[in-house]
């Protein structure tokens, strides 16, 4: 009999008894077949195995995971290694405006440099106190708080930012003096037209003296420190003051660019400076005489010269050897005042001019006094 003519019949439900029989025989065995291949040849499995198999995967797992970890970690150490150990290294290369390294109370070393960068260069500025906030690698934002001479003072305020040691300033703001606004500064000479000299004369004796004048006075001779003191006490008198005092640094017969000079006689900052170094650096608070009034421009230089490389910062900051050559002059020849800038009334200004203590005045600026 063909059992695969049987096993068609019996799908097709027409086998005989006999070929069903057969069939159904042919299952039983195949059955049999697949029980003793499933329970006896293919081996059951072994369930120590697969618990070391869970604790292998687990190991894995946590060495992985420590792995992950671990890097995460020496990425924030080489982020804060650079954050705090680097980047303040590399900006040590540059000017911190935020630096105390001259120990004064109070004060940062950029308050003192601007001080007395202003009081040599600029007349009508007196630095108070600039404020510095960090915007990002060597760079800053600083607000400076000043005070303005012009129009009887005021505090007012100006905004400077520094990146990379380099100190920009707002337009208008610490410039120098104009070489030709004093007659006799330097070589060569400037003096003012005959035209101007007198009109500016005839305008001084139509003004009230209710009103105010800031003017570059230029002086017919230089004048001594003891000349300057007893100018002073008789402008204070007549409700004038000297605002900053011109300092001839060279010989007539040369050209010294910035012009120099100091503010001797104005309230300034207390700092607290007592230092041998530099004596009478801060004058407010000592005897206005001759000596110390050397002293404290002499002073102003020698910081000057030694904060040399932070002056460089500044946009218009004089040679390196300018304060040196300023230094041995007056040393050598005492210092003289070829002019100065001065508050008076109309009046006061006439009279210096009719007096002959003063040869030309250029006004800046006319205000009324209250």
Request: net charge negative; with cysteine.
């Amino acid at each position: 009999m063909d059992f695969n003519s049987a096993f068609n019949n019996y799908k097709s439900g027409t086998a005989t008894e006999e070929e069903r029989q057969l069939v159904e025989g042919e299952i039983q065995k195949s059955r049999l077949i697949i029980e003793y291949l499933d329970n006896d040849i293919m081996p059951s499995p072994d369930f120590n195995e697969l618990g070391d198999m869970k604790k292998i995967r687990h190991r894995l797992r946590r060495r992985s995971a420590a792995i992950v970890s671990v890097s995460i970690l020496l990425c924030v150490a080489i982020f804060l290694g650079i954050f705090y150990g680097i980047v303040p290294a590399l900006e040590k290369v540059y000017w911190d405006p935020a630096e105390t390294e001259l120990e004064i109370p109070y004060t940062s070393d950029l308050d003192m440099t601007l001080s007395a960068y202003a009081e040599l260069f600029c007349p009508y500025i007196t630095i108070n106190h600039a404020a510095v906030s960090r915007r990002g690698f060597a760079s800053y934002d600083i607000s400076v708080s000043y005070w303005n001479s012009v129009r009887g003072g005021s505090l007012s305020y100006a905004n400077l930012t520094m990146d990379k040691g380099q100190l920009s300033l707002p337009r208008g703001f610490m410039n120098f003096v104009p070489a030709n606004i004093f007659e006799n500064a330097c070589f060569p000479k400037y003096p003012m037209d005959t035209e101007s000299k007198e009109y500016y004369y005839n305008s001084l004796s139509t003004l009230p003296d209710y009103l105010t004048i800031d003017a570059a006075v230029s002086f017919t001779e230089d004048l001594s420190i003891d000349e300057l003191i007893e100018l002073n006490e008789k402008l204070q008198e007549k409700n004038a003051y000297l605002v900053w005092v011109g300092v001839r640094a060279c010989d007539e017969s040369l050209q010294m660019s910035p012009l120099a000079g100091m503010s001797p006689f104005s309230g300034g900052t207390v700092r607290e400076i007592e230092n041998e170094e530099y004596p009478c650096l801060e004058i407010k608070g000592k005897d206005r005489n001759a000596e110390n009034i050397e002293e404290h421009f002499k002073s102003l230089l020698k910081f000057s010269k030694d904060r040399q490389l932070m002056n460089r910062s500044l946009p218009y900051s004089p040679f390196p050897e300018y304060y040196d050559n300023v230094l041995s002059y007056v040393e050598e020849n005492g210092i003289k005042s070829y002019g100065a800038y001065i508050s008076a009334p109309p009046s006061v200004m006439k009279e210096l001019l009719d007096s002959g203590l003063a040869s030309q005045i250029w006004p800046q600026d006319v205000w009324i006094h209250i």
